[in-house]
């Protein structure tokens, strides 16, 4: 018997110092892991990939169109064009290109016109639809190989050095302010979205009426907003709930009862003279009150625009919608 309680005490003991000794190891695992999420966090690049080297973007200055594709290996049997096939491009051995050589193939889409700016001429959209790597010279035409399709490739889409880009790094910031107040910082407006949307989320591409000549540079985050009571899918209503009816009601005044939840509010303290209406109670606020919906982060500086990616959101963004340096 008296073993019995010497074993059980010991065995307590033992249990004891296991369940202390698994509580610090989670709890040191748990810091641990916290630490690796915060780095990680901290060190993710804001775009990669596709949002990077295929964003696309609105320059002013005109394009090169010396270099090109101008045949593929496959074309008697295909037109369209993607990663791993082999093409032709017009640079050979006398444009001082050599094997190994990675290139950027770009696609200009045409003048941009739209009622998103107030700037006149703000430039060409060129898309960004792949790159790749030449694999042999062939006197004035080298072949080369698809490494990243964006797109569909196709005859005549223009060859360019890869651009040097660096994606911004996520850094530690606030909660997105819903009520920040104006920096007086520059200002612009989301004109255009790439694939055309006009509803956009986290990660879409946008491009931006702010430029270098703008001073806005690589990295710089912008907040989204809209005026207030603006954005709205469907026309908003901005007058009373209930129509003047003939009849079926007490009055055409009151239209529903003298103290119906729908009957018009009266602008004088003893609830007579003038109705009061949505419109004319706007009219005693501040002007400038507005709505933010989102921030980005840009990615691509050009003369008179930028491309910037969406990386946090309120709400779904429209184009349309302005920007203001932060």
């Known amino acids: 018997m008296k073993f019995q309680k010497f074993f059980g005490k010991i065995f307590g003991i033992f249990l004891l110092g296991l369940l202390v000794f698994s509580a610090v190891t989670v709890s040191a695992q748990q810091q641990k892991a916290k630490l690796v999420v915060r780095q990680a966090t901290r060190n993710l690049p804001v775009a990669l990939g596709n949002n990077l080297y295929c964003a696309g973007y609105v320059q002013n200055a005109k394009v090169d169109t010396s270099r090109k594709i101008v045949g593929a290996v496959n074309e008697q049997e295909q037109n369209i064009y993607q990663q791993g096939n082999d093409v032709y491009i017009s640079l050979g051995e006398n444009r001082s290109v050599q094997v190994g050589d990675v290139f950027s193939v770009i696609r200009p889409r045409g003048k941009v016109n739209t009622r998103w700016t107030r700037k006149d001429d703000i430039g060409y959209f060129v898309q960004e639809v792949g790159a790749l790597e030449v694999v042999r010279l062939k006197g004035e035409v080298a072949v080369a190989r698809v490494t990243t399709s964006c797109d569909n490739l196709l005859l005549g889409d223009l060859v360019q050095a890869v651009p040097s880009r660096t994606s911004p790094l996520f850094t530690e910031r606030p909660a997105l302010d819903l009520f920040a107040d104006p920096t007086g910082k520059a200002k612009g407006r989301i004109f255009m979205?790439?694939?055309?949307?006009?509803?956009l989320g986290r990660e879409q591409v946008v491009y931006i009426d702010l430029g270098a000549e703008d001073n806005v540079n690589v990295g710089d985050y912008l907040t989204v907003y809209r005026p207030l009571g603006k954005g709205n899918l469907f026309e908003n209503d901005e007058k009373e709930n209930m129509?003047?009816?003939?009849?079926?009601?007490?009055?055409?005044?009151?239209?529903?009862?003298?103290?119906?939840?729908?009957?018009?509010?009266?602008?004088?303290?003893?609830a007579t003279g003038k109705i009061e209406t949505n419109v004319d109670a706007k009219e005693d606020r501040p002007a400038g009150l507005r709505k933010v919906v989102g921030e980005v982060v840009i990615l691509n500086v050009r003369e008179r625009t930028a491309t910037a990616v969406i990386v946090r959101t309120a709400q779904e963004?429209?184009?349309?919608?302005?920007?203001?340096?932060?």
Request: hydrophobic share 20%; charged share 35%; net charge negative.
């Open 193 to 199: 979205s790439r694939d055309g949307q006009e509803l």
């Open 243 to 270: 129509s003047a009816r003939n009849e079926g009601f007490q009055s055409d005044e009151y239209r529903g009862g003298k103290f119906s939840n729908q009957s018009p509010r009266k602008r004088n303290g003893d």
């Open 317 to 326: 963004i429209h184009t349309g919608d302005w920007v203001e340096l932060q």
